[in-house]
């Protein structure tokens, strides 16, 4: 078993920067693939972006390309989520989750790839 608990979300200005972070408990993260999902309201999880705890290896959505860097701490057993030039419709609620990794982490987009899943920190940006 493994418990996920994200932090770091909160209101911020277009243009702002917010990192988030999703530290685990129980089981560590080995050979898990670990992501970061959003839900705005009225729309469906979509996936993020992604890390490799083996190997630091990432994968994210268009969406977030060139804004968003994921990044593990092996030390603290967690995953960080910076994210920079926040746009309004990053507004959502941010979800960490965790995995078995099997394949490359590109591969790893879809809500059922993830076992585990933390409680969710709510981002919001204003315009």
């Known amino acids: 078993q493994v418990q996920l608990v994200e932090s770091g979300g909160g209101l911020v200005q277009a243009g702002a920067s917010l990192r988030l972070s999703c530290a685990a408990s129980?089981?560590?993260?080995?050979?898990?693939?670990v992501g970061w999902f959003r839900q705005a309201p009225g729309k469906e999880r979509e996936f993020v972006a992604a890390?490799?705890?083996?190997?630091?290896?990432?994968s994210y959505a268009d969406s977030v390309k060139g804004r968003f860097t994921i990044s593990r701490d092996n030390a603290k057993t967690t995953v960080y989520l910076q994210m920079n030039s926040l746009k309004p419709e990053d507004t959502a609620v941010y979800y960490c989750?965790?995995?078995?990794?099997?394949?490359?982490?590109?591969?790893?987009?879809?809500?059922?790839?993830?076992?585990?899943w933390g409680q969710g920190t709510q981002v919001t940006v204003s315009s």
């Open positions: 890390i490799s705890w083996t190997d630091g290896s990432t």
């Open positions: 129980g089981r560590t993260f080995s050979s898990r693939a």
């Open positions: 989750a965790a995995g078995r990794q099997y394949y490359r982490i590109d591969c790893y987009f879809r809500q059922g790839d993830y076992d585990y």
